[in-house]
């Protein structure tokens, strides 16, 4: 069949062996030897055809036909000078093997024609319409595959500036040796620019697919190389999602929401991979990768596990990145991808998990060495009025959970001390070697949860120390942890950046808390430090590193209101709770909560409406802790510069210091009868005090944090190599 190109022709199909065209005279052979077979596709300024060389032997080719129509001068005159730059950037690119061919660019007939070699083999649009989802494996094959070729494309200086799904041609298996091996090709140069410097300088055409395109070409019609690598990004998000772009963004802020997507869907994907996808599709063009090489480099720099992220690992020989370029050219070498690329996360993984925690652990933010904890604890007080005995417990009780019984054993552990009559016992459960972050009693007083450097929170029984259950859902350390008044609930918090919800009864996961974007990370920019719960139980608040506290609502897990007034890390945050009688439902002080953070202000925030009331300032240093007393009357505070101070709610001002600790303070407590204060400290004690009078009634060898039982008669601490000691009035 022969296709007629004129575009008023009501019936252009014509046989092959005819030179016009038989229903409108036309002639139907371009240039006397490119013979037009079917369209094959339409746009704004020009059809596509599937044509034959008779020249070539009867050689597949394609040709594109520029029409301008309906269009004014200006348009039309741009899409002409596009459509020339597309054969004047097939011709430089030249012969590469994943680049279409150009035979030849000319006018005929009044209209202006391109033809190109023919790709046979679908778009990865048309695949993912067909096939579904792309798996993790087949995004790392099309970063090593395409990011060789935008390499090349940007060393000859020139910007694609569209790339998307249907621009990526996959080759068809059986013709795949014509392009030697490669798998994948890009096409449709239309919108191509140089790379000088003089052309970047200028403001540019706005060109590029929305959702696709980075916003400096949206806006200013600027492109670099980092702007094509984030077209490659948002392609891989939606080949990953099978959501289009434009449905990946929240129209109030601009960021992406690709990961609700996923986790909707039911599907994870390495971190190496969230990471990397996450530097290609940043707004800024400096906090991108800046060439493919760098990203190249990167990924072929490293060595890791399978691809998902909670799978047995895998040994695997690095791979420089001319053994990756040649395995492109040798694919029957290659190992499985997910062996090669997921080798290459787990040592990156390694490194970052270290630097970030280094960044957010309280711990190691306090440069806190544990060895110090019992070092310090030899003098413990410098308060001439104590004398305490320095001789050990006998009956310090340890719970090893490695005992199949469970049975308790009678130790003698040197360091804990009792140093007076009013404390006269210890309990010291332990179940690991870790450092406990955080802890929670329940309203009754029977159960605890602690969470821990090693991503689980634990539930025990208070008065055995019996290990009742493993909580298992985060993937970093747990930082903190709060529980409902009803004690069915707990919701916890860490390095993660994730919320979640936990079913005590069940002894399941409840709910995931999602930001307003849609993401899995409750709090994208940093870790979450501190979690607390309304008295009415139905509102969660949560203070991050990323410097803002959010509220949620706990029965949905849906985003209601976002604070960023604190300067720094928000260390903590807490509810004013008045008490659990029902008149006290309605109590003013029952809508407020308070927050502490690193940049040493304390600030008091109305619940219902989110307004700051109050900023306490008096810490020469971070606050990490603040607890209220039991009619919300007075709060709590402690912090780096070794004291706690205690603060009147309603006037701001500071009614007492409390000092004798000779390192930060990382905890407070305070009974439910507002007669004794806790504090936690990198000195190694915990100390007790007259929150009346500040006198120090006692200084115990503990550690943060600290918590109070609902009756007042136990206390509960931190103790060194992840022991949880319990002390009893």
């Not at 993984?349 to 925690?357: G, H, I, P």
């Not at 979640?500 to 009864?505: F, M």
């Amino acid at each position: 069949m022969s296709y007629c190109l004129n575009l008023h022709c009501q019936q252009p199909q014509n046989p092959n062996d005819v030179e016009f065209c038989q229903a409108c005279g036309s002639k139907l052979l371009l240039r006397g030897h490119y013979q037009v077979i079917k369209p094959i596709g339409n746009g704004s300024f020009g059809r596509t055809f599937l044509a034959v060389d008779l020249d070539r032997f009867n050689t597949s080719c394609v040709v594109k036909q520029f029409f301008p129509q309906n269009h004014n001068l200006i348009s039309t005159e741009k899409a002409s000078e596009l459509f020339k730059r597309e054969a004047e950037q097939l011709l430089k690119l030249g012969d590469n093997p994943q680049i279409p061919t150009l035979y030849a660019y000319f006018e005929e007939q009044e209209n202006l024609y391109l033809v190109e070699q023919f790709i046979a083999g679908k778009t990865l649009l048309q695949e993912l319409e067909e096939q579904g989802v792309f798996s993790e494996n087949k995004i790392w094959e099309i970063l090593l595959e395409l990011l060789p070729l935008l390499k090349f494309i940007h060393e000859e200086k020139v910007i694609h500036r569209d790339i998307k799904p249907e621009n990526i041609l996959r080759f068809n298996t059986s013709r795949s040796l014509e392009k030697g091996k490669h798998k994948l090709v890009l096409i449709d140069f239309g919108v191509a620019k140089l790379n000088s410097q003089d052309f970047a300088s200028e403001i540019g055409t706005i060109t590029g697919t929305l959702g696709y395109a980075p916003i400096e070409q949206i806006r200013g019609g600027k492109a670099y190389p980092a702007s094509d690598l984030y077209s490659l990004g948002m392609t891989c998000i939606h080949l990953l999602t099978q959501i289009a772009p434009n449905q990946l963004f929240d129209p109030f802020s601009g960021e992406l929401i690709w990961r609700s997507h996923l986790v909707q869907q039911g599907r994870e994907i390495s971190d190496r991979l969230e990471k990397v996808l996450d530097k290609l599709v940043k707004d800024l063009v400096k906090e991108r990768y800046q060439s493919a090489t760098e990203l190249l480099t990167e990924i072929s720099h490293k060595s890791t596990p399978n691809i998902h992220p909670k799978t047995h690992i895998y040994q695997v020989e690095k791979k420089s990145l001319e053994e990756i370029q040649k395995t492109q050219e040798e694919p029957e070498k290659v190992p499985h991808i997910s062996i090669i690329v997921q080798a290459e996360v787990e040592a990156w993984k390694n490194r970052q998990n270290v630097a970030e925690s280094n960044e957010y652990k309280r711990g190691k933010i306090f440069h806190n060495n544990i060895n110090s904890h019992y070092q310090s604890t030899q003098k413990l007080s410098e308060e001439p009025h104590l004398n305490y005995q320095s001789k050990p417990l006998n009956n310090v009780i340890e719970f090893e959970k490695k005992k199949a019984n469970l049975s308790s054993t009678k130790t003698k552990i040197r360091n804990y001390l009792k140093l007076s009559q009013l404390w006269k016992s210890v309990q010291i459960i332990q179940e690991h070697n870790v450092s406990i972050n955080t802890i929670a009693i329940s309203p009754h007083g029977f159960t605890l949860i602690t969470g821990s450097d090693d991503k689980i929170i634990r539930l025990w029984n208070l008065k055995t120390g019996q290990l009742l259950h493993k909580f298992l859902g985060h993937t970093a350390e747990v930082y903190t942890i709060a529980i409902t008044a009803d004690g069915r609930r707990i919701f916890s918090g860490g390095d993660d950046r994730t919320i979640l919800a936990w079913n005590l009864q069940k002894k399941t996961i409840a709910d995931r808390f999602y930001s307003h974007l849609g993401y899995p990370y409750s709090h994208r920019g940093g870790a979450i430090l501190s979690v607390a719960i309304s008295p009415d139980n139905e509102t969660v608040i949560s203070g991050s590193a990323d410097h803002t506290i959010k509220l949620w609502n706990q029965r949905n897990g849906e985003l209601l209101c976002k604070l960023h007034e604190h300067l720094d890390k928000v260390f903590c945050v807490t509810y004013a709770k008045v008490n659990n009688t029902d008149t006290a439902k309605n109590h003013p002080q029952n809508h407020i909560f308070a927050s502490s953070s690193a940049d040493s202000s304390i600030k008091i925030w109305q619940a219902g409406t989110c307004v700051s009331l109050k900023t306490l300032r008096g810490h020469s240093g971070g606050v990490y802790s603040i607890a209220f007393t039991s009619d919300a009357q007075a709060i709590a505070s402690g912090g780096a510069d070794r004291t706690i101070k205690l603060w009147d709610v309603r006037t701001g001002e500071l009614l007492n210091i409390f000092k004798g600790h000779s390192r930060a303070v990382l905890s407070v407590a305070i009974t439910p009868d507002s007669q004794i204060l806790a504090s936690g400290s990198l000195d190694g004690t915990v100390k007790l005090w007259n929150l009346q009078t500040g006198k120090l009634l006692d200084s115990l060898c503990g550690y943060h944090p600290v918590q109070f039982t609902s009756d007042g008669k136990t206390l509960v601490s931190g103790g060194e190599g992840g022991r949880i000691l319990i002390w009893k009035l």
